[in-house]
């Protein structure tokens, strides 16, 4: 089979489409996938480039893509919940890559029925993403009608299933994001949108729940939470990946506000949830373009620039 490989840290030039790799064995519990198209994380570009090396350990050669949908091709004997020809979306096991290739194989619980309102290359874009969106705002807190939500990051891929997801509880949703998004963001709900590079944090409201995506100037962005409020800080600083990640541990200490950290790991109860939300109209899928597994290294340097709206797509 063909699949996305980097052998070595770098930019991305060093990622390569590798042929005639052994498909891995399905164990019992397992099942065989055929990837119809899987989507390019924006968390995957600095793990690529090495800044997270101290953080998360890559075993050379190292896959890449998290996100996938696709039919399944073949189960284990103890395999229960899904059979041969369904089609299904989900993620790769937790801490683990290699979704960007023509086959994967992974545990039945790590995969779901995809929805049926929106075609596999849109599908992509949302099971990590929207997962981690649906646990935050439905899992970690009970985000409800009236309530503010601040959505910093909002045009990526768990941004703006965020903002749709806070809309569609009911929450008065306020996005953070580039200029060029703006309009498109209260198209989907939001009751405010501003230019991040324009906004002070200071001059913005308080609020019941923060989701941040970006991973800098954390403590100022906690100050505009309510007492009792909850802040998730979803991203690191890229810059200074470990220092990001020791804030988040020793803000645990203070007790004013939360925070809820986690790392996806997606149940399939929550995959389920998920496709109902979009094929109920709740949560579409945004995709910014859709290139084939040949281009992932232009897929990357997109997402470097900067201004991706929502998920890359890559098909096999």
Known sequence: ???????????????????????????AGQVRVRVSAAAVGGGEVPIRAGRLRRVLRQR?????????????????????????????????????????????????????AAPRSVPAWEAAALP??????????TRRVALGSGQRLLVRGAAGG??????????????????????????????LGAEEAFDHRRTDLEDLGRYDVIVDLVGTRMARVRDRLVRGGTLFPL????TRPIRSALWVVAGGLDRRTRLG?????????????????VDGGAVAPVVSAVLPME??????????????????????
């Open 158 to 187: 768990v941004g703006v299933v965020a903002v749709q997801l806070g809309v569609h509880l009911g929450a008065r949703v306020t996005a953070l994001a580039g200029a060029a998004h703006l309009d498109w963001l209260r198209g």
């Open 261 to 277: 950290a986690f790392s996806n790991d997606p149940s399939q109860a929550e995959l389920e949830e998920l496709a109902a939300l």
């Open 128 to 137: 990590s993403s929207g997962t981690t969106a649906l646990h935050a705002l």
């Open 1 to 27: 089979m063909r699949a996305v490989r980097y052998e070595r840290y770098g930019g991305p030039e060093v990622l390569d489409v590798v042929d005639g790799l052994t498909p891995p064995p399905v164990g």
């Open 60 to 112: 050379m050669p190292a896959g890449t893509g998290v996100d996938f949908v696709g039919s399944i091709a073949q189960v284990g004997a103890a395999v229960t919940r899904v059979g041969v020809g369904d089609v299904v979306w989900g993620v790769v096991p937790h801490g683990t890559f290699g979704a960007m290739a023509e086959q994967v194989v992974v545990p039945q619980e790590r995969v779901a």
């Open 235 to 238: 991203a690191l600083d890229p």
């Open 295 to 316: 281009e992932v290294s232009e897929a990357h340097r997109r997402l470097e620039r900067g201004g991706v709206r929502g998920k890359i797509v890559v098909t096999p």
